[in-house]
Each structure stands twice: as C-alpha cells, then as structure tokens.
C-alpha cells in the first residue's frame, strides 16, 4: 500500500493531457528487432539471485561491468536502442533476478525521437515502482541521464537535447525521497569546462569509451553505491 502511495505522489507531476501523449508516443511495437533479439538471450542465461544489475541502453550495454567489478555475477541488462517504454515492457525479466542493487539508466533515446519529457519520468517512475513491488529488498538507483556533446566528430544530432536532459535529471533528483529510492548525479561528473559530455570519455559524443567506463565506476566507487 506504500508503495502504492509513494508512486502515485510522484505521478503528482504528470498531467492528463501528457498521458494520451505518452500513449500517442508508446514505442514498443516499433522497437528494433535487437530488442528482441537481447530478451531471448537473457532468458538463456545463468544468474544468482540479491546480485549487481546494470540496466538501459547502449550506453549500459557498452560496458563490460564484470571486468570493471571484477565480479562475474554482474548482470547486464543493457539493450541498444531501447527506451523508457521498453524498459517498462520487460520488467518482469528484471523482477525476476531479485537484484541486490540495480543501476538504472535511461532516457536518451526517447528524447531523440521526441517523446515529452512528461512521459519519459512517468514510465521511469513506474519502473521503480514495479522493481519496488516485485523485489522490495532491491536497491535502486536511478542514475541521471549523460550530457553530450554535439561538437565530437560523428555525434548523431538528433540526441542534442541538453536542455530536456537537466529538466529530465532535475526531477529525477526531486523525487527520490518521497519514491525512496537513490539518485545518482552522474551528469555533472561527466561534463567539461564548457558543459558538455568530456570528450576524453566519448567516441562520438554520446556514446562512452574505455575511459568513461572506468570514470562512470570511479564515480559510483566515490559514493560507496559500489
């Protein structure tokens, strides 16, 4: 009942007319194929349950989290392309696993298609809601959606949405108390002296190479979340 209660507070910012956006906007159907391809191979694979889960994107795909950790029972659950409306759609698979921690982190790809800012912190807050309800003894952790930085060679335009990130990140901060769960200030770790994603930790300006892995890790190892 809590939670119940918790979730509906947070959903305190979101207005009627951005819920028929969100449904006018819903995305599954048109996941790409990768998607699908990804949940079949977690469905084959061995995992220990009260264990480390690392969960969005590309971004999170790209790292090789049981060599950062030196732990081979991290779990990534990371998927290229997916988005707010896909990670919702799989939560049962996560529910599942009845991590000890998990690390989410997503959002990007629902700004470059144009998805309101309104809809992407609902869907994020209900899947706390759902890791919250299916494994309470869970820790999460929502992790700030990454700046970028539209002037490395390559960077695809369509993720240039620095201004939706703050806003996005900014409620994200807000609302972990009253949601209870742990918000992590990656964004501002990650930036240059000119606000822009570092370029020594990107390969096109969105994307993270070997370096901002290791960054990424150093700052969650800084706050003892690691």
Do not use: C
Request: hydrophobic share 40%.
């Amino acid at each position: 009942m809590r939670n119940s209660i918790l979730f509906l507070i947070g959903l305190l910012i979101i207005t009627s007319s951005s819920l028929a956006q969100k449904r006018t906007y819903d995305t599954v159907p048109n996941l790409p194929e990768y998607y699908w391809v990804r949940l079949e191979k977690f469905k084959k694979e061995v995992t220990l349950p009260g264990k480390i889960v690392f969960l969005g994107n590309s971004i999170t795909e790209g790292g090789n989290w049981k060599r950062l950790l030196k732990d081979s029972t991290v779990i990534n659950r990371g998927i290229s392309g997916d988005n707010t409306f896909g990670m919702v759609a799989r939560m049962d698979e996560i529910v599942k696993l009845k991590p000890g921690s998990v690390f989410i982190l997503i959002g990007t790809n629902d700004l470059s298609k144009s998805i309101p800012n309104e809809a992407i912190i609902e869907n994020i807050f209900t899947i706390v809601s759902k890791i919250k309800s299916g494994s309470p003894k869970t820790k999460i952790f929502v992790q700030s959606i990454l700046p970028v930085n539209e002037k490395v060679e390559k960077f695809p335009q369509q993720f240039n949405n620095g201004s939706h990130i703050l806003i996005i990140n900014d409620q994200l901060s807000r609302y972990a108390e009253r949601l209870r769960y742990t918000y992590v200030d990656l964004y501002s770790k990650f930036l240059d002296d000119q606000g822009r994603l570092n370029a020594s930790y990107t390969h096109d300006g969105l994307h993270l190479n070997a370096s901002g892995y290791q960054h990424w890790l150093e700052v969650l190892k800084s706050l003892k979340y690691l």
